[in-house]
T-cell receptor, first 112, second 114 residues
Framework: AQSVTQLGSHVSVSEGALVLLRCNYS??????LFWYVQYPNQGLQLLLK??????LVKGINGFEAEFKKSETSFHLTKPSAHMSDAAEYFC??????????FGAGTTVTVRA | EAGVAQSPRYKIIEKRQSVAFWCNPI?????LYWYQQILGQGPKLLIQ????????DSQLPKDRFSAERLKGVDSTLKIQPAKLEDSAVYLC????????????FGPGTRLTVT
């Protein structure tokens, strides 16, 4: 069965600092992995996805994530946080093409 | 291209009342999803339609929840009767070909049951 664990429900970073959001997955087959962002009062927007090609995936808004099979991890990073990065971030996993399982989410606040 | 539309955006009802949510997917998208997002949790799939047929409703509480997608376009999700634990954001999403890779989400309907 597929599942995702996001470590840390809240992350606070200073503007210009590194953003690191942690995600570990469980899957019985090679998974597809996703990061979504949700701004207040909006729906989810896809940031990036891993689909068994390159292990380092680049997404929108300067975010990237690295798939590490040995650690069953798919952590999300951004070198320099911007105020506009304040949002909730969800990691998701799928063992097939049809069903996503989401983590509980990590809320990011950015300090000026 | 217009996105996924949902209405209402907010709804407050008392327990045991009924409520309905509406979703209009992106034009041409064959697959439509309803998710429930409880505060502090990630979205959970309630039901998935392919055109006007149900693909997956394994996590839909069928004793109180129902959904339909007449004519394979718009969809409604109904709760009757509502319970306090139904308080959540209900998200609608659509995709062109039924895969998870290009799933577009609406802004959601925030339901509060008092």
């Amino acid at each position: 069965a597929q599942s995702v664990t996001q470590l840390g429900s809240h992350v606070s970073v200073s503007e210009g600092a590194l953003v690191l959001l942690r995600c570990n997955y469980s899957s019985s087959v090679p998974p597809y992995l996703f990061w979504y962002v949700q701004y207040p009062n909006q729906g989810l927007q896809l940031l990036l996805k891993y689909t068994s090609a390159a292990t380092l995936v680049k997404g929108i808004n300067g975010f990237e994530a690295e798939f590490k099979k040995s650690e069953t991890s798919f952590h999300l990073t951004k070198p320099s946080a911007h105020m506009s990065d304040a949002a909730e971030y969800f990691c998701a996993v799928s063992e097939n093409d049809y069903k996503l399982s989401f983590g509980a989410g990590t809320t990011v606040t950015v300090r000026a | 291209e217009a996105g996924v539309a949902q209405s209402p955006r907010y709804k407050i009802i008392e327990k045991r009342q009924s409520v309905a949510f509406w979703c209009n997917p992106i034009s041409g998208h064959a697959t439509l999803y309803w998710y429930q997002q409880i505060l502090g949790q990630g979205p959970k799939l309630l039901i998935q339609f392919q055109n006007n047929g149900v693909v997956d409703d394994s996590q839909l509480p069928k004793d109180r929840f129902s959904a339909e997608r007449l004519k394979g376009v718009d969809s409604t999700l109904k709760i009757q009767p509502a319970k306090l634990e139904d308080s959540a954001v209900y998200l609608c999403a659509s995709s062109l070909d039924g895969t998870i890779h290009e799933q577009y989400f609406g802004p959601g309907t925030r339901l509060t049951v008092t």
